[in-house]
């Protein structure tokens, strides 16, 4: 009796626990939202002890079990192969949501700017990318023209006298207002210090102060960017077919006790956070505020 007790624990026993062990492992799988590999090889393993259990008990056949067996193996390389090409999958839309958000944010960053031009030339913002390119393309504004530093002292009593019609105290170092008017005045004292200070009011073609700030430059160069052109800002970077940005406008928006012009330019991102996932909608700006504050900041 013994001896026949001991047969069949050794014939069964490793199935068992192999067939034990793919309940359990398919049970924790599930329980905490394993992948489909993990599940997958749980179920070979329960296939694989239940496939013993059978062999041992001569229910099924040696050829069976190894067609099953062979069967559940190009499962596995399949599921194997579908998981790694999921990763890649994965690793290529994080890489191309994070190039799409650098480049959003750059664009609308851009627009933002061209528009904040805009309104203090015009006093109010640009209704569109037409308007927008034109104003760009054409408009002049107004840059001052600095050289020089302000001196780091008082005034000369000499200097307060051809400034001022008082006797007021000179206790506080010279302002850049005071340097600017007594310049303006031709440097009345011939103040040395004042011999190469400037500070002008010169209209400049916008496009051409844009186009030459290092910043923006520096800024083309870190994204990998090409030698600027208007009409990009236009699109929404990345999406295929192009979609454009939309600008909203009112002029007369009465905000604070004062009237006051607003705007808001808006699209959905190309790609989304997640695989699947809604694109969002990003953008600048309110229509019923004085803030351009970005969707991002």
């Not at 229910?59 to 596995?76: D, F, M, P, S, W």
């Not at 600017?180 to 004292?189: D, F, I, S």
Request: charge should be neutral; include cysteine.
């Amino acid at each position: 009796m013994n001896n026949q007790f001991s047969v069949i624990i050794k014939r069964y026993l490793v199935a068992a626990i192999i067939a034990i062990l793919g309940i359990v492992m398919i049970v924790i799988g599930l329980q905490t939202e394993q992948d489909s590999l993990f599940l997958m090889s749980a179920v070979n393993l329960l296939i694989g002890g239940v496939l013993a259990l059978l062999f041992s008990a001569g229910i099924l056949g040696r050829n069976i079990v190894l067609g099953i067996g062979v069967i559940c193996i190009v499962a596995t390389l399949f599921m194997w192969n579908q998981s790694i090409k999921a990763v890649q999958n994965t690793i290529k839309h994080e890489k191309a949501y994070a190039k799409s958000e650098l480049l959003y944010q750059y664009t609308l960053t851009q627009i933002r700017d061209i528009q904040r031009a805009y309104r203090v030339k015009n006093g109010v913002y640009a209704p569109n990318f037409d308007a927008l390119k034109e104003f760009f393309e054409n408009d002049k504004v107004q840059k001052i023209e600095s050289v020089g530093s302000v001196p780091s002292r008082k005034l000369t009593t000499k200097e307060r006298d051809v400034l001022y019609d008082d006797k007021r105290a000179l206790d506080q170092n010279m302002t850049e207002q005071e340097a600017a008017k007594l310049v303006y005045m031709g440097n009345p004292t011939n103040s040395a210090d004042l011999a190469n200070f400037k500070r002008d009011t010169v209209m400049v073609n916008y496009k051409d102060e844009y186009l030459s700030s290092r910043t923006r430059q520096r800024l083309r160069e870190t994204l990998n960017l090409g030698a600027f052109d208007i009409n990009e800002l236009r699109y929404i970077p990345m999406t295929n077919p192009k979609e454009e940005w939309t600008i909203e406008t009112r002029d007369e928006v009465v905000y604070l006790a004062d009237t006051i012009p607003t705007v808001h330019v808006y699209g959905k991102q190309a790609i989304p956070r997640f695989e699947g996932g809604e694109r969002k909608i990003v953008g600048f700006g309110n229509l019923n505020t004085n803030s351009d504050k970005g969707t991002w900041e």
